[in-house]
């Protein structure tokens, strides 16, 4: 059984890229994979291996500057989540692109799932999922705005394009574990949004914590990982990823004509040239040679 520890961090990184070495080497010492993402504001990831390992990451992590009270979020999956580990040096642990949104200084009002339902049916709150438009088509809570948007880099400006819409409106967001929210309601706290609120935990933790008859939610929760998708009590959910476009699909997708194993679904065959499509074939089948090759070793040891 595999622990999955979802975490971010908003912090004072003077230089992020020495922390990457002693972090990576600990996670290939422990057998630990998933991504890390390393910024001068903080850290962001996912990652996943045996109960020991995590807890030895997770130390190293809480021992970083600022990272002393690090929150992180735990679910267990019996097949490997990730396939290696990565350690990235990036400018923003999320990319939202304004210079000028710093978390740290001030967010909006944390909701714990108990008190979430009771919020977002207030007539006078507007809720709004700041999720990229493939995660929100899967599912999402009741009632919400999908401001459909490709990136979370395209949030300010479709804000700017609609706020109008949402005066006199305390204005409620969500997110899968709680960091685009961090930088929207700080984004919306500097725009003049005074009454601005988000699910504390994100989705992961309310369909951690509610039960599903007193649930909001409707349908699945798009993550990072290999499981894809999942629902109440955090149970692996039906779909799985086209290696095309990272898209989720249903089970019922690859039967579609458009699908192809590595290279295409429905939602991506006319997104990619056949140049494109060429060289994912070819990545595709790179991977299945790799995997040849590491079956014959385990078969001679």
């Not at 970083?64 to 990036?90: I, N, Q, Y």
């Not at 459909?148 to 395209?154: P, V, W």
């Not at 300010?156 to 930088?183: L, Y």
């Not at 984004?187 to 309310?206: A, F, N, P, T, W």
């Amino acid at each position: 059984m595999y622990t999955i520890a979802a975490l971010y961090h908003f912090t004072r990184f003077a230089d992020p890229a020495a922390l990457r070495d002693p972090l990576l080497d600990l996670c290939r010492k422990r057998s630990v994979t998933g991504t890390l993402l390393l910024a001068q504001e903080g850290i962001n990831g996912t990652i996943a291996g045996p109960r020991a390992g995590i807890d030895a990451v997770l130390t190293l992590i809480q021992s970083l500057p600022g990272c002393a009270d690090l929150e992180w979020k735990e679910a267990t999956s019996d097949h490997p989540p990730f396939g290696k580990m990565k350690v990235r040096l990036k400018k923003e642990i999320v990319t939202m692109g304004q210079p000028d949104v710093d978390p740290r200084a001030r967010v909006g009002n944390y909701v714990d799932p108990q008190e979430w339902n009771d919020l977002i049916r207030s007539e006078d709150v507007v809720l709004i999922d700041t999720r990229n438009d493939y995660e929100v088509a899967i599912g999402t809570f009741e009632g919400a705005i999908d401001p459909e948007t490709a990136s979370f880099r395209d949030f300010p400006a479709w804000w700017e394009q609609n706020k109008d819409r949402f005066h006199n409106k305390r204005v409620a967001m969500f997110c899968t574990g709680g960091i685009r929210c961090e930088k929207s309601t700080n984004y919306l706290l500097g725009q003049g949004i005074e009454d601005v609120y988000h699910l504390k935990g994100g989705i992961l933790r309310y369909l951690e914590e509610m039960p599903a008859e007193y649930s909001s939610w409707q349908g699945e929760c798009f993550v990072f990982d290999n499981r894809v998708s999942v629902g109440h009590g955090l149970v692996e959910g039906p779909h799985k990823l086209c290696h095309g476009c990272r898209r989720p699909i249903l089970p019922e997708d690859v039967k579609r004509p458009e699908y192809e194993h590595g290279v295409s679904c429905h939602q991506c065959i006319d997104e990619t040239s056949e140049a494109d499509k060429m060289r994912f074939r070819e990545r595709q089948k790179q991977i299945l040679l790799a995997r040849e090759r590491g079956e014959a070793h385990l078969r001679q040891d």
